[in-house]
Protein backbone atom coordinates (compact mmCIF):
# COMPACT_ATOMS: atom_id res chain seq x y z
CA UNK A 1 0.00 0.00 0.00
CA UNK A 2 2.79 2.58 0.93
CA UNK A 3 4.42 1.62 -2.03
CA UNK A 4 1.88 2.26 -4.23
CA UNK A 5 1.28 5.58 -2.44
CA UNK A 6 4.79 6.42 -2.92
CA UNK A 7 4.40 5.30 -6.94
CA UNK A 8 1.39 7.47 -7.15
CA UNK A 9 3.51 10.70 -5.71
CA UNK A 10 6.43 10.32 -7.57
CA UNK A 11 4.12 9.91 -10.51
CA UNK A 12 2.63 13.33 -9.76
CA UNK A 13 6.07 14.99 -9.22
CA UNK A 14 7.56 13.67 -12.62
CA UNK A 15 4.48 14.95 -14.31
CA UNK A 16 4.46 18.54 -12.73
CA UNK A 17 8.22 18.70 -13.92
CA UNK A 18 7.68 17.37 -17.22
CA UNK A 19 4.66 19.43 -17.66
CA UNK A 20 7.09 22.59 -16.93
CA UNK A 21 9.39 20.93 -19.14
CA UNK A 22 7.20 20.76 -21.96
CA UNK A 23 6.12 24.36 -21.61
CA UNK A 24 9.47 25.55 -21.69
CA UNK A 25 10.41 23.41 -24.67
CA UNK A 26 7.22 25.10 -26.65
CA UNK A 27 8.29 28.57 -25.43
CA UNK A 28 11.85 28.31 -26.36
CA UNK A 29 10.62 26.52 -30.17
CA UNK A 30 8.62 29.67 -30.78
CA UNK A 31 11.12 31.80 -29.65
CA UNK A 32 13.75 30.27 -32.08
CA UNK A 33 11.23 31.49 -35.00
CA UNK A 34 11.65 29.85 -38.39
CA UNK A 35 14.97 29.43 -39.99
CA UNK A 36 14.85 32.45 -42.01
CA UNK A 37 18.87 31.62 -43.21
CA UNK A 38 21.14 28.65 -42.96
CA UNK A 39 23.20 27.62 -39.79
CA UNK A 40 20.31 30.29 -37.77
CA UNK A 41 18.25 27.34 -37.48
CA UNK A 42 17.51 26.64 -33.27
CA UNK A 43 18.28 23.26 -30.98
CA UNK A 44 14.72 22.45 -31.61
CA UNK A 45 14.39 23.44 -35.52
CA UNK A 46 17.13 21.32 -36.25
CA UNK A 47 16.53 18.06 -34.29
CA UNK A 48 12.79 18.60 -36.67
CA UNK A 49 15.60 18.85 -39.94
CA UNK A 50 17.21 16.59 -38.87
CA UNK A 51 14.64 13.95 -38.32
CA UNK A 52 12.90 14.91 -41.99
CA UNK A 53 16.19 14.24 -43.71
CA UNK A 54 16.14 10.79 -41.93
CA UNK A 55 12.59 9.65 -42.40
CA UNK A 56 12.82 10.90 -46.03
CA UNK A 57 13.83 7.73 -47.78
CA UNK A 58 10.88 6.38 -45.61
CA UNK A 59 8.54 8.80 -47.07
CA UNK A 60 9.35 8.53 -50.48
CA UNK A 61 8.47 5.23 -50.24
CA UNK A 62 4.82 5.68 -48.88
CA UNK A 63 4.15 8.19 -51.11
CA UNK A 64 4.80 5.47 -53.87
CA UNK A 65 2.44 3.06 -51.87
CA UNK A 66 -0.21 5.52 -51.11
CA UNK A 67 -0.34 7.37 -54.64
CA UNK A 68 -2.84 5.17 -55.76
CA UNK A 69 -5.29 5.51 -52.73
CA UNK A 70 -4.99 9.19 -53.05
CA UNK A 71 -5.83 9.17 -56.74
CA UNK A 72 -8.62 6.97 -55.70
CA UNK A 73 -9.77 8.98 -53.18
CA UNK A 74 -9.70 12.07 -55.33
CA UNK A 75 -11.67 10.83 -57.78
CA UNK A 76 -14.48 9.05 -54.95
CA UNK A 77 -14.85 12.77 -53.69
CA UNK A 78 -14.92 14.32 -56.98
CA UNK A 79 -17.68 11.88 -57.94
CA UNK A 80 -19.48 12.73 -54.63
CA UNK A 81 -19.17 16.33 -55.10
CA UNK A 82 -21.01 16.71 -58.44
CA UNK A 83 -24.43 16.82 -58.62
CA UNK A 84 -26.13 16.33 -62.05
CA UNK A 85 -27.19 20.01 -61.88
CA UNK A 86 -23.44 21.03 -61.15
CA UNK A 87 -21.98 18.75 -63.97
CA UNK A 88 -24.43 20.28 -66.33
CA UNK A 89 -23.62 23.97 -65.23
CA UNK A 90 -20.08 22.62 -65.52
CA UNK A 91 -20.27 21.69 -68.87
CA UNK A 92 -22.01 24.71 -70.47
CA UNK A 93 -19.61 26.67 -68.54
CA UNK A 94 -16.92 25.23 -70.03
CA UNK A 95 -18.66 25.33 -73.70
CA UNK A 96 -18.49 28.96 -73.41
CA UNK A 97 -15.41 29.54 -71.78
CA UNK A 98 -13.99 27.09 -74.91
CA UNK A 99 -15.03 29.91 -77.30
CA UNK A 100 -13.74 32.95 -75.25
CA UNK A 101 -10.41 30.94 -74.78
CA UNK A 102 -9.71 30.01 -78.35
CA UNK A 103 -7.69 33.11 -78.39
CA UNK A 104 -5.30 32.03 -75.64
CA UNK A 105 -4.45 28.73 -76.93
CA UNK A 106 -1.55 29.97 -78.58
CA UNK A 107 -0.30 31.67 -75.28
CA UNK A 108 -1.02 28.10 -73.35
CA UNK A 109 1.09 26.04 -76.07
CA UNK A 110 3.85 28.79 -75.36
CA UNK A 111 3.39 28.12 -71.56
CA UNK A 112 3.16 24.23 -72.28
CA UNK A 113 6.40 24.80 -74.18
CA UNK A 114 7.57 26.45 -71.10
CA UNK A 115 7.10 23.89 -68.37
CA UNK A 116 8.71 21.52 -70.97
CA UNK A 117 11.96 23.61 -71.20
CA UNK A 118 11.50 24.75 -67.32
CA UNK A 119 14.00 27.41 -67.62
CA UNK A 120 13.63 31.07 -67.58
CA UNK A 121 16.34 33.96 -68.96
CA UNK A 122 16.55 35.89 -65.66
CA UNK A 123 15.06 33.61 -62.66
CA UNK A 124 17.73 30.99 -60.78
CA UNK A 125 16.16 27.69 -60.20
CA UNK A 126 17.29 24.81 -58.32
CA UNK A 127 17.73 21.66 -59.52
CA UNK A 128 14.27 19.88 -60.72
CA UNK A 129 12.63 18.45 -57.36
CA UNK A 130 10.34 15.69 -56.14
CA UNK A 131 7.58 16.01 -53.92
CA UNK A 132 8.44 13.49 -51.12
CA UNK A 133 5.29 13.52 -49.15
CA UNK A 134 3.37 15.85 -47.07
CA UNK A 135 3.50 16.91 -43.82
CA UNK A 136 1.90 18.51 -40.92
CA UNK A 137 -1.42 18.88 -39.03
CA UNK A 138 -4.48 19.53 -39.66
CA UNK A 139 -4.33 23.40 -40.34
CA UNK A 140 -1.51 23.12 -42.17
CA UNK A 141 -0.73 22.81 -45.67
CA UNK A 142 3.06 21.71 -46.81
CA UNK A 143 4.80 19.24 -48.69
CA UNK A 144 8.90 18.11 -48.54
CA UNK A 145 10.59 18.08 -51.30
CA UNK A 146 14.03 16.41 -52.27
CA UNK A 147 16.60 19.20 -52.65
CA UNK A 148 18.13 20.87 -50.42
CA UNK A 149 20.71 23.51 -48.94
CA UNK A 150 23.83 21.27 -51.04
CA UNK A 151 21.38 21.94 -54.40
CA UNK A 152 21.34 25.61 -53.11
CA UNK A 153 18.09 26.13 -51.40
CA UNK A 154 17.36 28.12 -48.83
CA UNK A 155 14.73 29.06 -46.92
CA UNK A 156 11.86 32.04 -48.03
CA UNK A 157 12.79 31.61 -51.76
CA UNK A 158 9.60 31.07 -54.20
CA UNK A 159 8.86 27.20 -55.41
CA UNK A 160 7.60 26.97 -59.04
CA UNK A 161 6.22 24.35 -61.27
CA UNK A 162 6.90 24.82 -64.63
CA UNK A 163 8.75 28.35 -65.35
CA UNK A 164 6.70 30.45 -63.26
CA UNK A 165 3.32 28.88 -61.77
CA UNK A 166 3.71 29.65 -58.28
CA UNK A 167 3.22 26.86 -55.36
CA UNK A 168 4.48 28.40 -52.22
CA UNK A 169 7.59 29.24 -50.62
CA UNK A 170 10.36 27.05 -49.08
CA UNK A 171 10.48 27.47 -44.59
CA UNK A 172 12.90 24.73 -43.24
CA UNK A 173 15.72 23.50 -45.69
CA UNK A 174 17.94 20.57 -44.34
CA UNK A 175 20.76 19.46 -46.42
CA UNK A 176 18.81 17.37 -48.34
CA UNK A 177 15.59 18.18 -47.78
CA UNK A 178 12.93 21.15 -47.77
CA UNK A 179 9.36 21.99 -46.59
CA UNK A 180 7.35 24.07 -48.55
CA UNK A 181 4.34 25.84 -47.46
CA UNK A 182 1.85 26.10 -49.74
CA UNK A 183 -0.05 29.25 -50.98
CA UNK A 184 -3.55 27.60 -49.68
CA UNK A 185 -1.79 27.23 -46.23
CA UNK A 186 -3.38 29.37 -44.10
CA UNK A 187 0.00 30.99 -42.90
CA UNK A 188 0.96 31.96 -46.43
CA UNK A 189 1.21 35.60 -47.49
CA UNK A 190 1.73 37.54 -50.91
CA UNK A 191 1.86 40.64 -52.64
CA UNK A 192 -0.37 40.26 -55.65
CA UNK A 193 -1.41 42.51 -58.77
CA UNK A 194 -4.41 41.67 -59.98
CA UNK A 195 -4.24 41.86 -64.01
CA UNK A 196 -6.87 41.42 -66.88
CA UNK A 197 -6.04 38.42 -69.17
CA UNK A 198 -5.01 41.04 -72.14
CA UNK A 199 -2.68 42.73 -70.11
CA UNK A 200 -0.53 39.73 -68.80
CA UNK A 201 0.97 36.52 -70.35
CA UNK A 202 1.63 33.78 -68.23
CA UNK A 203 3.95 32.03 -70.36
CA UNK A 204 6.57 34.55 -70.53
CA UNK A 205 5.45 36.19 -66.80
CA UNK A 206 5.22 39.02 -68.60
CA UNK A 207 3.07 42.24 -67.53
CA UNK A 208 2.32 45.25 -69.56
CA UNK A 209 3.91 48.33 -68.90
CA UNK A 210 0.25 49.59 -69.07
CA UNK A 211 -0.82 48.07 -65.86
CA UNK A 212 2.08 49.90 -63.92
CA UNK A 213 1.88 53.08 -65.51
CA UNK A 214 -1.77 53.39 -66.97
CA UNK A 215 -4.24 55.45 -65.68
CA UNK A 216 -6.34 52.29 -64.80
CA UNK A 217 -5.69 51.47 -61.19
CA UNK A 218 -5.80 48.08 -61.25
CA UNK A 219 -6.10 46.13 -57.91
CA UNK A 220 -3.08 45.26 -55.63
CA UNK A 221 -3.67 43.39 -51.88
CA UNK A 222 -2.18 40.72 -49.81
CA UNK A 223 -2.53 37.02 -50.89
CA UNK A 224 -3.69 34.44 -48.22
CA UNK A 225 -6.02 31.69 -47.61
CA UNK A 226 -9.01 32.47 -44.50
CA UNK A 227 -9.71 30.12 -41.98
CA UNK A 228 -12.77 28.00 -44.06
CA UNK A 229 -10.28 27.47 -46.44
CA UNK A 230 -10.85 29.88 -49.31
CA UNK A 231 -7.52 31.05 -50.88
CA UNK A 232 -8.66 35.01 -51.49
CA UNK A 233 -7.51 38.75 -52.12
CA UNK A 234 -7.56 41.20 -49.13
CA UNK A 235 -7.01 44.90 -48.99
CA UNK A 236 -8.07 45.80 -52.10
CA UNK A 237 -9.66 49.02 -52.38
CA UNK A 238 -13.12 49.04 -53.92
CA UNK A 239 -12.60 51.56 -56.46
CA UNK A 240 -9.44 49.70 -58.37
CA UNK A 241 -10.08 47.08 -60.98
CA UNK A 242 -11.04 43.62 -60.29
CA UNK A 243 -13.00 41.13 -62.43
CA UNK A 244 -14.07 37.48 -62.68
CA UNK A 245 -11.15 35.64 -64.76
CA UNK A 246 -8.13 38.37 -64.38
CA UNK A 247 -4.96 36.62 -63.30
CA UNK A 248 -3.30 37.17 -60.07
CA UNK A 249 0.55 37.54 -60.18
CA UNK A 250 2.55 38.63 -57.49
CA UNK A 251 3.70 42.31 -57.13
CA UNK A 252 6.91 41.70 -55.82
CA UNK A 253 6.91 44.62 -53.72
CA UNK A 254 7.77 44.75 -50.19
CA UNK A 255 8.66 48.17 -49.39
CA UNK A 256 12.51 48.25 -48.38
CA UNK A 257 12.78 44.91 -47.73
CA UNK A 258 14.54 41.98 -49.53
CA UNK A 259 12.08 40.79 -51.75
CA UNK A 260 10.31 37.14 -50.69
CA UNK A 261 8.67 37.01 -54.27
CA UNK A 262 9.89 37.91 -58.12
CA UNK A 263 7.23 40.23 -59.52
CA UNK A 264 5.31 38.37 -62.39
CA UNK A 265 4.83 35.31 -61.05
CA UNK A 266 1.48 33.42 -62.03
CA UNK A 267 -0.75 32.15 -58.86
CA UNK A 268 -4.62 32.16 -60.53
CA UNK A 269 -7.38 33.27 -61.69
CA UNK A 270 -10.32 35.78 -59.87
CA UNK A 271 -12.98 33.18 -59.41
CA UNK A 272 -14.97 36.39 -58.04
CA UNK A 273 -15.23 39.69 -56.47
CA UNK A 274 -17.73 41.17 -54.09
CA UNK A 275 -18.48 44.49 -52.33
CA UNK A 276 -21.04 46.15 -49.97
CA UNK A 277 -21.69 49.42 -50.25
CA UNK A 278 -20.04 49.49 -46.58
CA UNK A 279 -17.00 47.71 -47.13
CA UNK A 280 -13.71 49.63 -47.66
CA UNK A 281 -11.87 46.72 -49.57
CA UNK A 282 -13.23 44.43 -52.32
CA UNK A 283 -14.01 40.56 -51.02
CA UNK A 284 -11.89 38.45 -54.05
CA UNK A 285 -12.18 34.49 -54.46
CA UNK A 286 -8.93 33.39 -56.15
CA UNK A 287 -9.14 29.69 -58.14
CA UNK A 288 -5.46 28.60 -57.67
CA UNK A 289 -3.80 27.44 -60.68
CA UNK A 290 -1.98 24.92 -59.04
CA UNK A 291 -3.82 21.89 -57.00
CA UNK A 292 -2.27 20.70 -54.09
CA UNK A 293 -2.25 16.80 -54.49
CA UNK A 294 -0.95 17.19 -58.17
CA UNK A 295 2.11 17.81 -57.65
CA UNK A 296 4.82 15.64 -58.35
CA UNK A 297 7.92 18.16 -59.55
CA UNK A 298 8.60 21.50 -58.78
CA UNK A 299 11.43 23.90 -59.02
CA UNK A 300 12.98 26.12 -56.64
CA UNK A 301 13.80 29.72 -57.62
CA UNK A 302 16.72 30.43 -55.92
CA UNK A 303 17.49 33.95 -57.36
CA UNK A 304 16.34 36.36 -59.64
CA UNK A 305 17.21 40.22 -60.71
CA UNK A 306 16.32 42.80 -58.29
CA UNK A 307 16.00 40.76 -55.56
CA UNK A 308 18.06 42.78 -53.11
CA UNK A 309 15.51 45.42 -53.89
CA UNK B 1 -0.14 -14.63 -15.06
CA UNK B 2 0.61 -11.19 -16.95
CA UNK B 3 3.29 -8.72 -16.54
CA UNK B 4 3.70 -5.20 -18.39
CA UNK B 5 7.10 -4.57 -20.34
CA UNK B 6 8.64 -1.44 -20.01
CA UNK B 7 10.90 -2.29 -23.28
CA UNK B 8 7.81 -3.71 -25.42
CA UNK B 9 5.13 -0.51 -24.26
CA UNK B 10 8.16 2.29 -25.22
CA UNK B 11 8.54 0.16 -28.99
CA UNK B 12 5.11 0.39 -29.57
CA UNK B 13 5.13 3.72 -28.56
CA UNK B 14 7.85 4.89 -30.70
CA UNK B 15 6.94 2.56 -33.79
CA UNK B 16 3.11 4.51 -33.17
CA UNK B 17 5.47 7.98 -33.44
CA UNK B 18 7.01 6.84 -36.90
CA UNK B 19 3.52 5.92 -38.02
CA UNK B 20 2.65 9.45 -37.06
CA UNK B 21 5.04 11.37 -38.99
CA UNK B 22 4.95 9.50 -42.30
CA UNK B 23 1.64 8.03 -43.05
CA UNK B 24 -0.96 10.00 -41.01
CA UNK B 25 -0.04 12.99 -42.99
CA UNK B 26 -2.04 10.59 -46.20
CA UNK B 27 -5.22 10.00 -43.59
CA UNK B 28 -5.97 13.47 -42.38
CA UNK B 29 -9.49 15.09 -43.66
CA UNK B 30 -9.90 18.40 -42.76
CA UNK B 31 -9.62 18.85 -38.92
CA UNK B 32 -9.81 14.88 -38.08
CA UNK B 33 -6.26 12.51 -38.53
CA UNK B 34 -5.62 9.52 -36.48
CA UNK B 35 -3.46 10.18 -33.19
CA UNK B 36 -1.41 6.90 -33.42
CA UNK B 37 1.25 8.15 -30.41
CA UNK B 38 -1.65 8.86 -27.99
CA UNK B 39 -3.31 5.80 -28.33
CA UNK B 40 -0.37 4.09 -28.06
CA UNK B 41 0.46 5.71 -24.61
CA UNK B 42 -2.58 5.32 -23.58
CA UNK B 43 -2.26 1.84 -23.78
CA UNK B 44 0.96 1.11 -23.50
CA UNK B 45 0.58 3.28 -20.16
CA UNK B 46 -2.06 1.53 -18.75
CA UNK B 47 -0.63 -1.33 -17.07
CA UNK B 48 2.55 0.48 -16.26
CA UNK B 49 3.50 1.95 -12.59
CA UNK B 50 2.79 6.11 -12.27
CA UNK B 51 6.14 7.30 -12.59
CA UNK B 52 6.74 5.09 -16.03
CA UNK B 53 3.37 5.62 -17.23
CA UNK B 54 4.53 9.55 -17.38
CA UNK B 55 7.90 8.91 -18.39
CA UNK B 56 6.65 6.89 -21.22
CA UNK B 57 4.20 9.33 -22.48
CA UNK B 58 6.52 12.78 -22.46
CA UNK B 59 8.75 10.09 -24.38
CA UNK B 60 6.36 9.79 -26.65
CA UNK B 61 5.23 13.35 -26.94
CA UNK B 62 8.75 14.38 -28.00
CA UNK B 63 9.18 11.50 -30.23
CA UNK B 64 5.87 12.98 -31.76
CA UNK B 65 6.98 16.29 -31.91
CA UNK B 66 10.62 15.67 -32.97
CA UNK B 67 9.16 13.65 -36.07
CA UNK B 68 6.62 15.76 -37.14
CA UNK B 69 6.90 19.68 -38.03
CA UNK B 70 4.20 20.94 -35.90
CA UNK B 71 4.97 22.94 -32.79
CA UNK B 72 7.38 21.48 -30.32
CA UNK B 73 5.58 21.20 -27.15
CA UNK B 74 2.52 20.30 -27.75
CA UNK B 75 3.25 16.57 -28.29
CA UNK B 76 4.86 16.47 -25.03
CA UNK B 77 2.38 17.89 -23.21
CA UNK B 78 -0.24 15.83 -25.54
CA UNK B 79 1.70 12.51 -24.31
CA UNK B 80 1.96 13.19 -20.55
CA UNK B 81 -1.64 14.17 -20.63
CA UNK B 82 -2.60 10.72 -21.92
CA UNK B 83 -0.29 8.94 -19.56
CA UNK B 84 -1.74 10.78 -16.68
CA UNK B 85 -5.27 9.91 -17.72
CA UNK B 86 -4.50 6.10 -18.55
CA UNK B 87 -2.37 5.72 -15.11
CA UNK B 88 -5.67 7.43 -13.13
CA UNK B 89 -7.99 4.66 -14.78
CA UNK B 90 -5.95 1.74 -14.51
CA UNK B 91 -6.77 2.53 -10.86
CA UNK B 92 -10.50 1.84 -11.28
CA UNK B 93 -10.55 -0.41 -14.10
CA UNK B 94 -11.93 -3.72 -13.74
CA UNK B 95 -11.00 -6.84 -15.82
CA UNK B 96 -12.87 -7.50 -19.14
CA UNK B 97 -14.23 -3.46 -19.83
CA UNK B 98 -10.09 -1.86 -20.07
CA UNK B 99 -10.33 -2.01 -23.57
CA UNK B 100 -13.62 -0.07 -23.51
CA UNK B 101 -12.71 2.63 -21.10
CA UNK B 102 -8.72 2.96 -22.59
CA UNK B 103 -10.65 3.82 -25.17
CA UNK B 104 -12.75 6.43 -24.24
CA UNK B 105 -9.34 7.89 -22.39
CA UNK B 106 -7.64 7.60 -25.68
CA UNK B 107 -10.89 10.03 -27.22
CA UNK B 108 -10.47 12.09 -23.98
CA UNK B 109 -6.89 12.53 -24.71
CA UNK B 110 -6.54 13.07 -28.30
CA UNK B 111 -9.79 15.84 -27.14
CA UNK B 112 -7.18 17.09 -24.70
CA UNK B 113 -4.28 17.14 -27.64
CA UNK B 114 -6.56 19.07 -30.10
CA UNK B 115 -7.24 21.50 -27.46
CA UNK B 116 -3.76 22.07 -26.52
CA UNK B 117 -2.75 22.51 -30.30
CA UNK B 118 -5.44 24.78 -30.76
CA UNK B 119 -4.33 27.24 -27.57
CA UNK B 120 -0.71 26.78 -28.45
CA UNK B 121 -1.48 28.19 -32.19
CA UNK B 122 -2.96 30.77 -30.52
CA UNK B 123 -0.54 31.83 -28.11
CA UNK B 124 2.08 31.45 -31.15
CA UNK B 125 0.19 34.02 -32.78
CA UNK B 126 -0.59 31.69 -35.75
CA UNK B 127 -4.32 31.61 -37.14
CA UNK B 128 -6.87 29.89 -35.60
CA UNK B 129 -10.72 28.76 -36.55
CA UNK B 130 -13.40 29.99 -33.77
CA UNK B 131 -13.57 27.96 -30.64
CA UNK B 132 -16.94 26.52 -31.07
CA UNK B 133 -16.30 25.70 -34.18
CA UNK B 134 -13.43 23.92 -34.28
CA UNK B 135 -14.75 22.21 -31.14
CA UNK B 136 -18.08 21.38 -32.80
CA UNK B 137 -16.63 20.22 -36.17
CA UNK B 138 -13.04 19.45 -35.14
CA UNK B 139 -12.60 18.44 -32.03
CA UNK B 140 -15.68 16.47 -31.15
CA UNK B 141 -15.35 13.97 -34.35
CA UNK B 142 -11.48 13.88 -33.84
CA UNK B 143 -11.95 12.42 -30.67
CA UNK B 144 -14.68 10.12 -31.29
CA UNK B 145 -13.25 8.69 -34.39
CA UNK B 146 -10.10 8.31 -32.58
CA UNK B 147 -11.59 6.44 -29.59
CA UNK B 148 -12.96 4.29 -32.34
CA UNK B 149 -9.69 3.32 -33.67
CA UNK B 150 -8.68 2.80 -30.43
CA UNK B 151 -11.47 0.72 -29.06
CA UNK B 152 -10.71 -1.63 -32.14
CA UNK B 153 -7.00 -2.07 -31.75
CA UNK B 154 -6.96 -1.76 -28.38
CA UNK B 155 -7.23 -5.19 -27.52
CA UNK B 156 -4.14 -6.06 -29.84
CA UNK B 157 -2.00 -3.21 -28.24
CA UNK B 158 -2.94 -5.11 -24.78
CA UNK B 159 -1.54 -7.91 -26.06
CA UNK B 160 1.72 -6.27 -27.38
CA UNK B 161 2.55 -4.38 -24.07
CA UNK B 162 1.85 -7.72 -21.48
CA UNK B 163 3.72 -10.37 -21.21
CA UNK B 164 3.11 -13.83 -19.82
CA UNK B 165 5.31 -14.64 -16.83
CA UNK B 166 5.14 -18.03 -15.59
CA UNK B 167 3.88 -19.07 -12.01
CA UNK B 168 6.70 -19.72 -9.64
CA UNK B 169 4.95 -23.32 -9.65
CA UNK B 170 5.39 -24.37 -13.64
Given amino acids: MGRKKSSAASGLAALLILCVASLVLFTVYVKEGDCEREGQCGPLHTVQLGAAEVLQPLRSVFSTVFAPVTNTGQRLMSAFDNSEEQRLKDKLAKAEARAAEASRLARENAQLRGLLKG????????????VVAPVGDQFTQRIIINVGTEDGVEPNRPVVIGSSTLVGRTTE???????????TDQMFAAGVRIVPPAKFNPASSEISPAVTQGGTSYGQGLLGTDLEGYLG??????SARAEQGDYIVTSGRAGDKELLFPPGLYIGKVESVS???????????????????????????????GRNG | ME?????????????AALLDAVIVPYLTFGYFSPRLTLIAVVFAAS??????????????GVLLDALGGDLFGVGTLGGLLAAALSARASSVRHKGTERVILAQIAGLAVAGYDLLGYTARWLAGLGVPQLGEYAVWGILP?????????????????NVVNVKVPHSWE
Wanted: avoid cysteine; proline fraction near 4%.
Fill in chain 1, 119 to 130: QRAYYDYGPLAQ
Fill in chain 1, 233 to 238: VDLVST
Fill in chain 2, 47 to 60: PLRDLQAVLLGFFG
Fill in chain 2, 142 to 158: DAAINALIAFLIGGWLL
Fill in chain 2, 3 to 15: QASVVRAALMVAV
Fill in chain 1, 275 to 305: SQDIDQFKKIVVEPAMNPQDLEEVRVITDWA
Fill in chain 1, 173 to 183: VSRHTAQVMLL
